[in-house]
């Protein structure tokens, strides 16, 4: 069964961090490209980090400096460290694989002020 599932969200104080984990099953993960998104209600579902297969690396300009997407094609799993949070990261994150077109469930991430 091809699916993603992501976990770690929570809630955090502004200034806090959290690090998603999202582990792939049914895919050759060492060649898949996967991204996290996040979505806030209302609001057009945003990128926030993709990695490729072979790490060539990008974030959105609001998290660069905060953020890192990191892989371990032993685990299947891509990771995503969330530092310095703040009230506008509040979202729900979701892990997604370009090569299958698939996403994760999504987890809540909160940030209070």
């Known amino acids: 069964q091809v699916q993603l599932v992501e976990s770690g969200g929570g809630l955090v104080q502004a200034g806090g961090s959290l690090r998603l984990s999202c582990v792939a099953s049914?895919?050759?993960?060492?060649?898949?490209?996967m991204a996290w998104y996040r979505q806030v209600p209302g609001k057009k579902r945003e990128m926030v980090a993709t990695i490729t297969s072979d790490e060539n690396i990008n974030y959105v300009d609001s998290v660069k400096g905060r953020f890192t997407v990191s892989r371990d094609n032993s685990k299947n799993t891509v990771y995503l460290q969330m530092n310095m949070l703040k009230p506008d990261d509040t979202a729900v994150y979701y892990c997604y694989n370009w090569n299958n077109n698939i996403w994760g469930q999504g987890t809540q991430v909160t940030v209070s002020s």
């Open positions: 049914g895919i050759n993960f060492r060649v898949a490209h």
